[in-house]
């Protein structure tokens, strides 16, 4: 039974980064590609990229391209999405999700909500 | 890459059935087989229901069934639950160059 575990809630200023910590447990955790999604208020949802665990490579959707990084720490298995030039667009809850393959996200973080505001 | 089209609302009374529609194009989801439906009670990260069309992941009820036509899915609830009443997102991969595209989501009401 794997669980996702995500850091807390942020508060940026315009023009900041953000980095949001997920913490897998219950499963191998270099056995499964964990995605970043995230959802602006009343909004849908929206796929931002993923890495791979054991390896570190990553592939991230053409509109983040250039201003997401995700990376992971194997040693306590927690991969990290850095988000860079925040605007207020970006005010969203982020999820990391597993995706054990076959275009599908089978468990999801409880999602962390940054908020970017001056 | 467009999001999926999706109705902005259903509602079914308890016990009766509701079907929701996921329209796309041959690029995504009429093009492949891996159309996911997820649902998301308010506050809470999405749950996946539906893999691969009409697969249902283990521990989901089997009042939850999906299907697809050409460019378009659809999930049915039958045997509405008050606990049904949520938000749906169907999902869909879509090509190397944009491997997931979400649906613009459906809020189901229980009346």
């Known amino acids: 039974q794997g669980q996702l575990v995500q850091s807390g809630a942020e508060v940026k200023k315009p023009g900041a980064s953000v980095k949001v910590s997920c913490k897998a447990s219950?499963?191998?955790?270099?056995?499964?590609?964990l995605h970043w999604v995230r959802q602006a208020p009343g909004q849908g949802l929206e796929w931002m990229g993923w890495i791979n665990p054991n390896s570190g490579a990553t592939n991230y959707a053409q509109k983040f391209q250039g201003w997401v990084t995700m990376t992971r720490d194997t040693s306590i298995s927690t991969v990290y999405m850095e988000l860079s030039r925040l605007t207020s667009d970006d005010t969203a809850v982020y999820y990391c999700?597993?995706?054990?393959?076959?275009?599908?996200?089978?468990?999801w973080g409880q999602g962390t909500l940054v908020t970017v505001s001056s | 890459q467009s999001a999926l089209t999706q109705p902005p609302s259903a509602s079914g009374s308890p016990g009766q059935s509701v079907t929701i529609s996921c329209t796309g194009t041959?690029?995504?989801?009429?093009?492949?087989?891996?159309v996911s439906w997820y649902q998301q009670h308010p506050g809470k990260a999405p749950k996946l229901m539906i893999y691969e069309v009409s697969k249902r992941p283990s521990g989901v009820p089997d009042r939850f069934s999906g299907s697809k036509s050409g460019n378009t899915a659809s999930l049915t609830v039958s045997g509405l639950q008050a606990e049904d009443e949520a938000d749906y997102y169907c999902s869909s991969h879509a090509g190397s160059n944009n491997p997931y595209v979400f649906g613009t989501g459906t809020k189901v009401t229980v009346l």
């Open positions: 219950g499963y191998t955790f270099t056995s499964y590609y």
């Open positions: 999700a597993r995706g054990p393959g076959r275009y599908l996200f089978d468990y």
């Open positions: 041959s690029s995504d989801v009429g093009g492949y087989n891996y």
